[in-house]
């Protein structure tokens, strides 16, 4: 199995920053795309932003030009560094990985940290 673990959330005033790590460990080939989704209460999960292996990115609208995903493929993990916070930025972020791993032939699945809070005050 992988486990994906998130770090970096917090309380944070209106205009600061915050980075985000998740770090994904376990038996794993490789991975593919990594990134970073956030759930406000009552709403969908939406994205946020994701990268591939080679570092082409995409951002959500709401976050272009504050937010950069970044990764460190040695350490099979993915970054988020957040800044001029909103509070509508307010949300629990969770990272995502797709996973290659070989057992009796490849297996390609998406595993889900437990997610971070973070708290953005007006």
């Known amino acids: 199995q992988v486990q994906l673990v998130e770090s970096g959330g917090g309380l944070v005033q209106a205009g600061g920053s915050l980075r985000l790590s998740c770090a994904a460990s376990?038996?794993?080939?490789?991975?593919?795309?990594m990134g970073w989704y956030r759930q406000a209460p009552g709403k969908e999960r939406a994205l946020v932003a994701t990268?591939?292996?080679?570092?082409?990115?995409a951002y959500g609208d709401s976050v272009k030009g504050r937010f950069t995903i970044s990764r460190d493929n040695a350490k099979n993990t993915v970054y988020l560094q957040m800044n001029s916070l909103k509070p509508e930025d307010t949300a629990a972020y969770f990272c995502?990985?797709?996973?290659?791993?070989?057992?009796?032939?490849?297996?390609?699945?998406?595993?889900w940290g437990q997610g971070t809070q973070v708290t953005v005050s007006s």
């Open positions: 990268i591939t292996r080679d570092g082409n990115t």
């Open positions: 376990g038996r794993m080939f490789s991975i593919n795309d």
């Open positions: 995502k990985a797709n996973v290659i791993q070989m057992g009796d032939r490849w297996y390609v699945t998406d595993y």
